[in-house]
């Protein structure tokens, strides 16, 4: 059974203070791996496709990069338009779904 | 406006009622999915469509009935509603092929009484 688990789940981090999110994920052949960024009382906004061990996407303050087991998301000097909640998800080689983790709530302040 | 729309964005109801939540999207995209996110359990596909007249069952569809009629349109529907559906429900949409990145509608937020 495919499953995505990020950590931490919560993550306070100063203006400026750079920091990584952690998504691993089990699946029985990756299409790819997904991030989005969450606002309260808004949808899940599509940040970055990874498809490949090795590959990493760039955007802004964003990073993100994948191996076989996991997924990071690393955010350069944050700054307090940052804070929302990033989801991870996979989608299988067999299927259709996206197979969301439960999130992190990032707040920089 | 381009984009995938939903509607009603609230609504609330009562145990039994019949609900229908609606979805529309204008980029013409083969694929749409409907979700609920809850505390705790994060974001669990409930129906999908891989295109007009053809939809299939995902994690949790017990007690949702869904028809694709138009590419463009897919309605979720709540036969008699629980107390259970009270959740964030979240309508997507993807493209046929080439890029797996699902797009997502602003969600209805449905409080069953």
């Known amino acids: 059974e495919d499953q995505v688990t990020q950590s931490p789940e919560a993550l306070r981090l100063q203006e400026g203070e750079s920091s990584s999110l952690n998504c691993s994920y089990t699946?029985?052949?990756?299409?790819?791996l997904f991030w989005y960024r969450q606002d309260p009382g808004k949808g899940p906004e599509f940040l970055f496709t990874?498809?490949?061990a090795g590959e990493e996407k760039e955007k802004e303050r964003l990073k993100a990069t994948l191996t076989k087991k996991e997924s990071f998301l690393h955010i350069t000097a944050p700054k307090p338009e940052d804070s929302a909640t990033y989801l991870c998800?996979?989608?299988?080689?067999?299927?259709?779904?996206?197979?969301f983790g439960k999130g992190t709530s990032l707040l920089v302040t | 406006d381009a984009g995938i729309t939903q509607s009603p964005r609230y609504k609330i109801t009562e145990t039994g009622r019949q609900v229908t939540l609606m979805c529309h999207q204008t980029w013409s995209h083969s694929y749409m999915f409907w979700y609920r996110q809850d505390l705790g359990h994060g974001l669990r596909l409930i129906y999908y469509s891989a295109a007009a007249d053809i939809t299939d069952k995902g994690e949790v569809p017990d007690g949702y009935v869904v028809s694709r009629s138009k590419t463009e349109n897919f309605p979720l529907t709540l036969e008699s509603a629980t107390r259970s559906q009270t959740s964030v429900y979240f309508c997507a949409s993807r493209g046929l092929a080439g890029y797996f990145e699902q797009f997502f509608g602003p969600g209805t937020r449905l409080t069953v009484l």
């Open positions: 990874l498809y490949s």
């Open positions: 699946v029985s052949g990756l299409r790819g």
């Open positions: 998800a996979v989608q299988a080689n067999s299927g259709y779904a996206l197979n």
